[in-house]
């Protein structure tokens, strides 16, 4: 298994700024997060997220 991080950009409706959300929990990673399946949860500064909800686009070869 890959080691996964990943970043995470928040805006609002309409979306007119979108900006990088910081990783409070680990200074030293910020901005990106530690994708670890073992957590169950994604704490941001605003939101906490379950592993469930995440999303990424397909991957075209």
Do not use: C, K
């Not at 399946?37 to 991957?59: A, K």
Request: proline share 11%; hydrophobic share 40%.
């Amino acid at each position: 298994m890959r080691h996964r991080i990943y970043l995470l950009a928040q805006s609002y409706m309409p979306a007119q700024t979108i900006h990088i959300v910081i990783n409070p929990l680990n200074p030293t990673l910020s901005p990106w997060y530690d994708a670890d399946p073992t957590r169950g949860l994604i704490e941001t500064p605003e939101w906490t997220f379950t592993i469930s909800q995440l999303r990424m686009w397909p991957v075209h070869i």
